[in-house]
């Protein structure tokens, strides 16, 4: 020791020494801290503080690295990393190289939600008004899910059993760990582009608080807000609650019962379609014996049965009146002549006595007018008629 | 408009099959629409059966681009 102290080390010599000492001592440690000023830079480098009452140490975790990180820290966090001490003697500085790091405890993660979960909330992310409408027939369902979990399976299944009518599209997706909200994010976000998806489902099987970690994210949260096509959650088991459900325009308490909300069933469907025929029969059947019996008591009304009683009646209305109009003309044309032979008389008399009055005569023979030389006979007797009478000639 | 006219859809055909057993509880029609309307239905209660009866689920997968997709939006 003697000898350090009497040595004159120049800033490099020193700090290389102190660099070997502190990198080869603290190779692999962990320490637990609290997140403080976390920047996840745009290079993908994550920069912030680790801190606890009494001391403050800076950390880095580079890109690539901080992929396998199932969470996204922020500031308040307690948590646990893994890593090495490095010394950066430009700056004089020393740094935790962070290669891991984990929640200090289930309870940190629970902060984090309820944390999250009052934040969106407040911003109105799970308002019932903004929640879209499921529709009751689905051409085609976009599955957001891992592509070889019981999950999928289970609602292949069940889409099988209610609705085959229904074209699935599976999205296959890392539903868990590191960059699994990113790649949730990514997939709402191309079925979005396609136009034909009807619905979404996002669904993952049961797991703990760590594998379902993703559906918690708020860039998850974001995106299913984000979504014009609905979205149904059906994440965990029916006790598991995340973000993800809150958000989502339905939430289903596990990926079965989110394919079941997402189909119609057939049998209810064809009982509908069963039903509405056999009522349609009835009722055309009912309307056709109306119309039957309506029919047959026309038919067998007393018209219909002596068709020509009518025919009689109003031939023989129709006699009696042509009667009637017969006579009344005749009796008119008989008076009519009466009026007019007397009229003729009157004035045929009314003439002759005229011209008798002036001097002329009339010669009838055998009561007969003659009026020509040729018709008068002189070996018969005639009568003169005078004005003032008549002569009779033998 | 739409009345008249069955589409090959069948959420339409079935809303249709609903509208015709309704109008034909309504006894205001005369005989010969009842008759065109019960005719109709029971065509539209054997395509959708078939329908349905036909009906095999289809499941593809979404490649990671979309490239063989052609049906995308134009935004």
Redesign the interface.
Known sequence: MSEIQDQIFSVSEITKSLKFILESTFEKISIEGEISNFKAHGSGHWYFNLKDEGAVINCTMWKGVNNYVFFTPEDGMKIIVTGRITVYPPRGSYQIDVRSMKPAGVGELQAAFERLKKKLFEEGLFDEESKKAIPTFPKKIGMITAADGAAVKDMISVAERRFPLVELLIAPTKVQGAGAAENIVENIRKLNLLKDIDVIILARGGGSIEDLWAFNEEIVARAIYKSKIPIISGVGHEVDFTIADFVADLRAPTPSVAMELATPDIEELKNFIKDSYSLSCDIIGRTLENYRTELEDQISSYAFRYPLEKIRKYSQMVDLNLYKLVKEIEKRILSASNRISLLSKSLEAHDIDKTLKKGFTLIKQNSKLITRKNNFNIAAPSTIKFYDGEIEIK | MSKKKSSDN??DK?AR??E??TS??NSEIG?EE??Q??EE??KL?KE??S??EK????????KKD?SE?N???DD
């Open positions: 069948f959420e079935l099959l609903e015709i057993t034909l509880e005989l009842s008759i309307l019960f239905g029971v209660s959708c059966l329908v349905l009906a095999e689920l289809k499941v593809t997968t979404l979309l997709i049906n995308l939006e």
